[in-house]
């Protein structure tokens, strides 16, 4: 098991630190020395060997705690929050070690984690909780594209996923008082709710602005810009919906730059459109 807090022994060097497993389970003394150079190599540790963990950064004592645990060859490794204590860019390096370290042990690993980062760049498959019940389990990328409720649907994805409060009229939405067209596999099956309300959900990245060169029929909401956050390649726009406090993340071109107050239309992909229960958060 690998801690957060990385649990090392101040009084040891990075050496007995990563003996200590083997030396409890009275190894044969040789074998320690190989197996704790083995493991230095793999981590670059090999020069730290004889320093104690108040001489070592967060990054290189994580890296000692994962030696400790690889020195003893398990089954399985049990990680929990093992990056959360590291700086960002610091996390980012361990993050991809750690992903190369398992490709080359192959020792199946169950990661701890509530960064949504790292359990979609490092995981093989996610299971994700909501107090303490399973919501989902899948490979990232399905539980993405493809999320079981609402929670799965928020929680995966930065900005996460946009969640609009609606009513079914029985041929649209009404969206905060904004006509937004209903597609008519959705319409069958929502046909005997008219007058309901519905939680609609849509990914920044299925949304973009409306332009000149747009259809006259794609389905527009407008919104007044709140925030603009450029990020280099990418321009992030949190829009208001009128008359209502929903909020609307809109990932768009770096070259985009609207100005607080400015009046936006934005186009949905109406086939990336998700529909959930408003009360129990179930995908429909």
């Given at each position: 098991m690998v801690f957060q807090n990385y649990a090392l022994y101040p009084h040891m060097t990075v050496a007995q630190n990563i003996a200590f497993g083997l030396q409890m389970r009275k190894v044969d003394p040789k074998l320690i020395q190989e197996r704790v150079m083995t493991?230095?190599?793999s981590l670059s540790l090999e020069h730290l060997l004889d320093r104690k963990p108040k001489q070592l950064s967060?990054?290189?004592?994580?890296?000692?705690?994962?030696?400790?645990?690889?020195?003893?060859?398990?089954?399985?490794?049990?990680?929990?929050?093992?990056?959360?204590?590291?700086?960002?860019q610091l996390r980012d390096d361990t993050r991809a070690e750690l992903k190369q370290l398992h490709q080359e042990l192959g020792i199946t690993t169950i990661y701890v984690t509530h960064d949504q980062v790292e359990a979609m760049t490092l995981a093989d498959k996610i299971v994700v909780l909501n107090g303490g019940r399973i919501?989902?389990?899948?490979?990232?990328?399905?539980?993405?594209?493809q999320p079981a409720n609402?929670?799965?649907?928020?929680?995966?994805?930065?900005?996460?996923?946009?969640?609009?409060?609606?009513?079914?009229?029985?041929?649209?939405?009404?969206?905060?008082?904004?006509?937004?067209?209903c597609p008519q596999a959705?319409?069958?099956?929502?046909?005997?709710a008219v007058g309901q309300g519905f939680d609609l959900g849509?990914?920044?990245?299925?949304?973009?602005?409306?332009?000149?060169?747009?259809?006259?029929?794609?389905?527009?909401?407008?919104?007044?810009?709140?925030?603009v956050e450029p990020l280099g390649r990418e321009t992030l726009i949190r829009g208001g919906l009128p008359n209502?406090?929903?909020?609307?993340?809109?990932q768009t071109g770096a070259d985009v730059r609207p100005h607080s107050g400015?009046?936006?239309?934005?186009?949905?992909?109406?086939?990336?459109?998700?529909?959930f229960d408003s009360t129990t958060g179930d995908k429909l």
């Open positions: 493991v230095a190599r967060g990054g290189q004592q994580q890296r000692v705690a994962l030696g400790r645990a690889i020195a003893r060859q398990p089954q399985v490794f049990l990680l929990d929050e093992p990056l959360s204590n590291l700086d960002a919501q989902q389990i899948g490979e990232p990328q399905n539980i993405y594209s609402r929670m799965v649907a928020t929680f995966l994805g930065n900005p996460p996923m946009n969640i609009l409060p609606a009513k079914f009229t029985g041929h649209s939405f009404d969206v905060s008082g904004q006509v937004l067209p959705v319409r069958e099956r929502l046909r005997p849509i990914r920044p990245e299925h949304i973009k602005i409306h332009s000149e060169l747009s259809t006259e029929n794609s389905p527009v909401l407008e919104v007044e810009v709140k925030v209502s406090g929903v909020i609307v993340n809109i400015e009046r936006l239309s934005l186009e949905l992909d109406l086939d990336k459109l998700f529909v």
